[in-house]
């Protein structure tokens, strides 16, 4: 049973007793603690973590690597041959050219990307504006750096950036915007219009751009845009990815950071002294996975598609006021017609009486939680038959 | 753009080592400064990874496995009592176990003790929350300036260890102690001298620490290479340290996996749940597949620790041999790790650096030069004061190699020798 929780932990008191826990964990908001794999027959399309596995071709490849003996540290800024392979499949996607020594970072995972960049980057103090409800990984890293955080909420049922009030917060004191496209939990994806209006704010104040483009690969209704590609941005953003979501193997760790030199330096310091360095075998195999085919591409996001309908359609059917993503693999849905209190009273029900488990919206509000209370996330990062076993048992849900 | 980098970020130079082996590279250099073995790790290892892989490990997941074999090797090893469902936090290496604990305890304006020489990343980390080295001999004189440029630092404070048997001076410690002492930082076995740190010392040590009520960071992941029937003894074994002390080590050196980058700390409920929230923020999960090799790993039978003792063992002694033939002075014999830190001999006019260079540019052999494990943020002109001149006379080498790699460093080393058998480089 996984306990869902938006409160902050307690502070614990700084006292003279030196046995204390630093005071900047007063700020990180504990794990959410959801399950990633229950026992007790519960569906889980709370977190986004497949249960099928990658490819066989990459894995073959990590153990090929294993075999071959490419066990000890790789380089910090990454094994040779993945950070060549990831610039190419860069300038495939965006028509950017970098350079794989230079201007390529592999990290621990997307994840490590973000505290590396905030730890490098971001002095304590420095404005950073985050768009809400956001991926729950952010905040804390931020925190870790020291940074005013400053939210700016993306309302249902469009999301849309709501560029004047962005205008009225960016400032010469705004270090750097986020920006997470597709976009977890909502599954927007920012359009050319809202990524230009955000570039000339980021030009006229010299702001930073961090971008998170892990589910890049699953964009459905539309292209998915790297702000880096903008004019005049690429000198001022850092573009992060992942293996994770597009080849399905979460547990890896296997990342990366693409920005300009003098933003590269910043974040291979930090990263340097919080991994020292990335798995090797494992980046081996992933540059591999990376000179996969576009037919795997195209491949992926089609089953992704049937099984965006399989969910989208079932949660409509059961009543849901369902708000289809554009891209990534999670989808929003408005629980107030079963006429539950709020989204984690809701999630609550869903889990004991249904066997579902989804997430209540209001933990990826970095505002008031208040604002995400009238929806969860569902994601179908999962089997066919999975997706259909959770739509069948949504039935049972009463208006 | 420059300013956009944090200031944590500037303060840091890149790796000294990681410099050296470009240009070992280029000059095909046999590699003996980076500390990671150039054989293979063990079969059975490098199998359970294979069949993790093949078995779908490869999603996010803890393995509450792995802490409860780490538990079971502190109860064995040191008669500590863990909670493995408490006290153990599974981190992407020793690396990140370290970084995620000083993240957790240490603030702006806490002090940290360091010994001296040791690992570059100690430092650095504590940098990172926004640190300022100040060594102990200086540390009076400037202390009071920095504070008031810039109060909101973490200071690292550096005891010397004594040369050339790196002995710890109590009074040294302990004039190093102030009521800003959040925490000490200990690696046993040492990087980069061998030491292994003695039951006096370290009852010194702990001593000190619970009587300055401050935490220990330690760093042990040489903890099964050990020599001469020497045992490792973990600090957090002492009265009153179990409470205090974060351990940190990982599969790295035991399993010659340091590519895998899984590690773990060991830590009061408290802190190991504060490092186990940074950990999950920093990265979320160590690599999974690895992780459940690491169950393998940790229950590898005694005669596998014993065999990795004896080959390094040998290897150690064969290098001291070599370098002892050749001219370097070995006043101390390493107990542990697979580190050398060997003197340049007195008629050497050469500093570290210049040596090394030359060693890689007319010897093809790479080492490391000692003084970057010495924290001495003495102005330059002060780098020749006699007292600190020893810092920049030591040369590292590590054995974490193949007896073929380190025969063929024999060979390249005894073509530069003179009539007396004494390496010269020019």
């Not at chain 1, 591999?288 to 359609?313: C, G, N, T």
């Not at chain 1, 059961?318 to 009273?345: M, Q, R, W, Y």
């Not at chain 2, 690696?187 to 009520?213: D, H, M, Y």
């Not at chain 2, 005694?302 to 370097?328: C, H, N, T």
Request: charged letters at 20%; proline letters at 6%.
């Amino acid at each position: 049973m996984s306990k869902v929780s938006t409160e902050n932990e307690t502070t614990i008191q700084k006292t003279h007793q030196p046995l204390q826990v630093a005071k900047r964990l007063e700020h990180l908001q504990k794990d959410r603690g959801g399950a990633s794999n229950l026992n007790d027959g519960t569906i889980n399309l709370g977190r986004g973590i497949p249960n099928f596995d990658g490819p066989e071709f990459i894995k073959e490849a990590a153990i090929q690597a294993i075999r071959d003996g490419n066990n000890q540290y790789a380089p910090g800024k990454g094994v040779s041959d993945l950070n060549i392979a990831i610039a190419e499949r860069f300038k495939k996607d965006t028509g950017l050219v970098v350079d794989p020594y230079k201007e390529v970072t592999v990290t621990s995972g997307c994840l490590e990307a973000i505290a590396a960049t905030a730890l490098g980057l971001i002095n304590p103090g420095d404005e950073v504006i985050l768009f809400s409800p956001s991926y729950d990984g952010y905040v804390g890293n931020f925190a870790l750096a020291g940074a005013k955080i400053i939210s700016i909420t993306l309302h249902p049922p469009h999301f849309v950036v709501p560029i004047e009030e962005l205008k009225s917060t960016v400032s010469r004191n705004t270090r750097a915007i986020l920006i997470n496209t597709p976009h977890n939990p909502t599954g927007k994806m920012f359009t050319l219009e809202e990524l230009n209006s955000i570039a000339a704010l980021c030009i006229e104040n010299d702001v930073l751009v961090f971008a998170d483009e892990v589910y890049d690969k699953l964009a459905y209704d539309m292209e998915h845009i790297s702000m880096a590609s903008l004019p005049g941005m690429y000198e001022r953003t850092v573009t992060m990815n992942s293996l994770a979501k597009t080849f399905s193997l979460t547990g890896w760790k296997i990342g990366w950071a693409i920005a300009p030199p003098h933003l590269t330096w910043g974040l291979r310091q930090a990263h340097s002294y919080l991994v020292f360095s990335s798995p090797t075998p494992l980046q081996c195999a992933t540059a591999v996975a990376l000179r996969a085919p576009d037919s795997y591409y195209v491949e992926q996001r089609r089953d992704y598609m049937a099984k965006k309908e399989i969910l989208v359609e079932g949660l409509k059917a059961a009543g849901f006021k369902v708000i289809p993503p554009n891209g990534g693999f999670c989808v929003l849905a408005d629980h107030t017609p079963f006429g539950l209190e709020n989204d984690v009273s809701f999630c609550e029900y869903l889990h004991k009486e249904i066997g579902v488990l989804a997430i209540p919206c209001s933990v990826f509000s970095l505002k008031n939680p208040e604002e995400g209370k009238n929806l969860v996330r569902f994601v179908f990062c999962k089997d066919d038959e999975t997706l259909r076993e959770a739509v069948q048992r949504m039935k049972k849900l009463k208006k | 753009m420059e300013v956009k980098l944090s200031r944590a970020a500037k303060k840091i130079t890149s790796s000294s080592i990681q410099e050296l082996s470009h240009l070992s590279q280029r000059c095909n250099a046999i590699n003996l400064a980076e500390g990671f073995p150039d054989f293979p790790a063990s079969p059975h290892i490098k199998n359970a990874a294979v069949s993790a892989i093949n078995s779908d490990f490869n999603q996010y997941r803890h393995v509450q496995g792995l802490c409860d074999h780490v538990a079971k090797m502190a109860k064995e090893m040191h008669g500590l009592d863990i909670d493995p469902l408490t006290d153990v936090a599974i981190c992407c290496g020793q690396s990140e176990a370290f970084a995620a604990a000083i993240f957790a305890t240490i603030d702006p304006g806490d002090e940290v003790i360091l010994f001296d020489p040791s690992y570059e990343t100690y430092e650095a980390c504590v940098t990172m929350v926004g640190g300022v080295p100040i060594s102990s001999t200086a540390f009076y004189v400037v202390l009071c300036h920095f504070c008031f440029w810039d109060p909101i630092m973490a200071l690292h404070i550096h005891v010397p260890l004594d040369p050339p048997q790196w002995t710890l001076d109590p009074s040294k410690l302990l004039r190093s102690f102030t009521d800003r002492t959040k925490a000490i930082v200990l690696n046993s076995p040492q990087n980069p001298t061998g030491k292994v740190f003695t039951k006096k010392e370290l009852e010194i040590i702990a001593g000190e620490c619970c009587r300055q009520n401050c935490l220990a960071l330690t760093d042990e992941v040489y903890e099964h290479i050990t020599y001469d029937n020497l045992k490792h003894i973990s600090l957090a074994s002492f009265p009153g340290m179990q409470e205090r002390t974060v351990i940190t080590s990982s599969l790295s050196k035991s399993f010659s996996v340091t590519g895998w980058r899984v590690g773990w700390a060991i830590a009061p409920a408290f802190l190991a749940d504060a490092i186990r929230n940074i950990h999950v923020k920093v990265t979320d999960s160590a690599p999974a597949p690895f992780q459940e090799a690491a169950l393998t790993a940790l229950r590898s039978p005694p005669e596998y620790f014993e065999s990795l003792r004896r080959d390094y063992q040998s290897k150690r002694d064969y290098m001291i041999k070599l370098l002892a033939e050749v001219g370097f002075k070995i006043d101390f014999i390493p107990q542990g790790s697979f580190f050398i830190f060997a003197e340049l001999p007195d008629n050497c006019p050469l500093l570290d650096v210049d040596f090394v260079k030359k060693l890689i540019l007319e010897a093809g052999v790479v080492a490391v030069p000692g003084q970057g494990f010495f924290n001495t943020n003495l102005p330059s002109t002060e780098g020749s004061n006699l007292s600190c001149f020893y810092q920049k006379r030591y040369i590292r080498f590590a054995f974490c190699k193949s007896d073929a790699t380190l025969t063929m460093a024999a060979e390249r080393l005894c073509k530069l020798l003179d009539a007396e058998g004494h390496l010269v480089l020019h």
